[in-house]
């Protein structure tokens, strides 16, 4: 009795942790209030929990099933509990699970965001392992591959401070602008929509003002839980803090995440550059691209750190959370431990295991990072500074 009872449990738990894994990947694309959004903001982490949630749930079960069926059977229960457990599994632990999920995205998240966060504190050391190991190989892949390689704004700036052309600045700067966009897609620029607030129709132009000012270069706003448009600085500005934001006001313009750049900013000359919704090739928001951020970030070479700009005792700099690990690895000169993070935000988050409030220090020897800006669903901009040698 007792071992139909864990064969249930496994099987429940594979299908809870397919559903609420798809649940979690429909809505990535749209406004998920409260803690469930932490999950927007580390899919991977998502990924990985749910995928080490259901080996155990279907491991435990099939294991339990084999020794029962051993005892009846003999020899050719492996045989039949394999197949009988590939057929259940897939409709009951995955067909329609999912099914569900993905009418019932909206209810399922609430709860089941509870339930994924208690199983990764409880088993972190098996998904911290996985989730390491997944980015080690990743790594190596990437360096195998044989991508076109497209400059780093950190290497732009390195031109820009020691010309060897005869050319001037302002003739470096739209030169350096167009490298920074060749060869690359909408998708490889954009702004990932989990990294984008959103508003309301109809809301107060406060609401967006209010999340501009955080340092955010996008808000995007939605009407009946669906985006329907996207608000940069330049817009927001051009609407009154006590009036409404209508559909007049906002830019509603979608673009593909595979269209180039560069013929993105060409067809959008003419209108001021506006910004626009991401979409993929199912018509789902990805992300936001253009408008003001994109032009600051082209030309606000001053921002942009120099790849050797830590590597100096002393050296102190603010850098945008987001920055890569990549990155701050050229601006420091150190090697950063592999885990499961791809950004500094990430990286302070794993080691103080919470999302800081502004004035948290992390001390990782030889670095000191000091949380500067920060809201209750990630972190904004830090000051990295280098204590020793």
């Not at 050719?76 to 259940?88: D, G, N, Q």
């Not at 102190?316 to 950063?336: A, H, N």
């Not at 030889?366 to 990295?384: C, E, G, H, N, S």
Request: aromatic fraction near 8%; charged fraction near 20%.
């Amino acid at each position: 009795m007792s071992g139909a009872i864990i064969i249930l449990l496994g099987l429940v738990g594979a299908a809870f942790f397919a559903m609420s894994e798809t649940a979690f990947v429909v809505r990535l694309y749209r406004y998920t209030a409260g803690k469930a959004s932490w999950w927007q903001q580390n899919p991977e982490q998502l990924l990985v929990t749910t995928l080490v949630g259901t080996n155990i749930s279907i491991v435990v079960a099939a294991s339990v099933a084999t020794e029962m069926a051993l005892k009846v059977m003999g020899g050719y229960a492996e045989i039949l509990v394999t197949v009988v457990f590939s057929v259940v599994s897939l409709i009951f632990c995955e067909t329609i699970p999912k099914s569900i999920a993905l009418q019932k995205s909206d209810k399922i998240i609430p709860w089941a965001n509870h339930v994924l966060l208690a199983f990764r504190a409880v088993a972190y050391p098996v998904v911290y392992a996985a989730s390491a190991f997944s980015r080690f190989v990743t790594k190596v892949f990437e360096r195998i591959g044989t991508t076109e390689y497209a400059p780093q704004p950190a290497e732009l700036i390195e031109v820009l401070r020691n010309p060897i052309h005869d050319l001037d600045r302002g003739r470096l700067t739209a030169l350096a602008a167009l490298l920074r966009f060749a060869k690359r897609r909408v998708l490889d620029v954009m702004t990932p929509i989990s990294q984008i607030p959103v508003v309301n129709l109809g809301a107060p132009a406060r609401e967006a003002h209010e999340k501009l000012r955080n340092g955010i270069g996008y808000v995007a706003v939605s009407k009946d839980d669906k985006l329907i448009g996207v608000l940069d600085i330049t817009l927001c500005g051009k609407i009154p803090l006590g009036e409404p934001i209508n559909a007049d006001r906002i830019s509603t313009l979608f673009v593909p995440e595979n269209k180039e750049a560069l013929e993105f900013v060409h067809e959008t000359r003419n209108k001021n550059f506006p910004p626009a919704l991401v979409v993929d090739e199912f018509g789902n928001v990805t992300g936001a691209f253009g408008g003001y951020p994109i032009v600051r970030w082209i030309f606000d070479f001053g921002a942009v750190p120099s790849k050797k700009a830590l590597q100096y005792p002393g050296a102190s700099l603010v850098i945008r959370g987001d920055t890569s690990i990549e990155k701050l690895e050229l601006m420091t000169g150190e090697r950063f431990p592999v885990g499961a993070y791809q950004t500094v935000a990430g990286f302070i988050i794993e080691k103080l295991r919470k999302i800081p409030r502004p004035g948290d220090v992390l001390v990782w020897e030889p670095l000191k990072f000091t949380v500067v800006a920060a809201d209750q669903k990630k972190i904004v901009r830090v000051r990295v500074e280098r204590i020793s040698d």
